[in-house]
T-cell receptor
Framework: DVKVTQSSRYLVKRTGEKVFLECVQD?????MFWYRQDPGLGLRLIYFSYDVKMKEKGDIPEGYSVSREKKERFSLILESASTNQTSMYLC???FGTGGYWNQPQHFGDGTRLSIL | GENVEQHPSTLSVQEGDSAVIKCTYSDSASNYFPWYKQELGKRPQLIID?????GEKKDQRIAVTLNKTAKHFSLHITETQPEDSAVYFC?????????FGAGTTVTVRA
């Protein structure tokens, strides 16, 4: 069974801090994704990666960056946290065959991030 | 996302009745349509998906139908049970990225 593990379930940080959210998958998936989930807005794509060291902007990349140094690990970075980045963050991964938009995605449990 | 519209936003059904959730999409090149279920406090999990070369797919009590001409697809849950209570998300590709609907909160009344 695919396992996508996010480093923290809950995280509290202060405005202006640099925040790192980590995600690891154990299925040798090529594609990895970061979403944020807010009530009434569904899942919105922040960034994704289809290969090591490759990254692509999603729909809401402002204020975020990512890093993928190893195939199994995808990190989301909030360069200078702000209160409007308080949200649930979900990591996902998928196989690369057929396109990263075209394959089932497997999600982690999420990190609920609060910025005070 | 605004590229995928999902209705209704909430749905309350009596146990044993059917539930239907509908999504419309904008990218006519879309060819993959998954549905995810998210129980309270848990991760979204894929429950069924359909590709554009078929019009309907069933898996026990759930089914998905696709109308490519009208650009909409629907999730059907029959004989609903309390464990079907959850938030359901549809998704469709848009500009080579998967866009999700805003979600439907389904409550099954005993």
């Amino acid at each position: 069974d695919v396992k996508v593990t996010q480093s923290s379930r809950y995280l509290v940080k202060r405005t202006g801090e640099k925040v790192f959210l980590e995600c690891v998958q154990d299925m040798d998936h090529e594609n990895m994704f970061w979403y944020r989930q807010d009530p009434g807005l569904g899942l919105r794509l922040i960034y994704f990666s289809y290969d090591v060291k490759m990254k692509e902007k999603g729909d809401i990349p402002e204020g975020y960056s990512v890093s993928r140094e190893k195939k199994e690990r995808f990190s989301l970075i909030l360069e200078s946290a702000s209160t409007n980045q308080t949200s649930m963050y979900l990591c996902a991964s998928s196989f690369g065959t057929g396109g990263y938009w075209n394959q089932p995605q497997h999600f982690g449990d999420g990190t609920r991030l609060s910025i005070l | 996302g605004e590229n995928v519209e999902q209705h209704p936003s909430t749905l309350s059904v009596q146990e044993g009745d059917s539930a239907v959730i509908k999504c419309t999409y904008s990218d006519s090149a879309s060819n993959y349509f998954p549905w995810y279920k998210q129980e309270l406090g848990k991760r979204p999990q894929l429950i069924i998906d359909i590709r554009s070369n078929v019009g309907e797919k069933k898996d026990q009590r759930i089914a998905v139908t696709l109308n490519k001409t009208a650009k909409h697809f629907s999730l059907h849950i029959t004989e609903t049970q309390p464990e079907d209570s959850a938030v359901y998300f549809c998704a469709a590709p848009n500009d080579y990225k998967l866009s999700f609907g805003a979600g439907t909160t389904v409550t099954v009344r005993a």
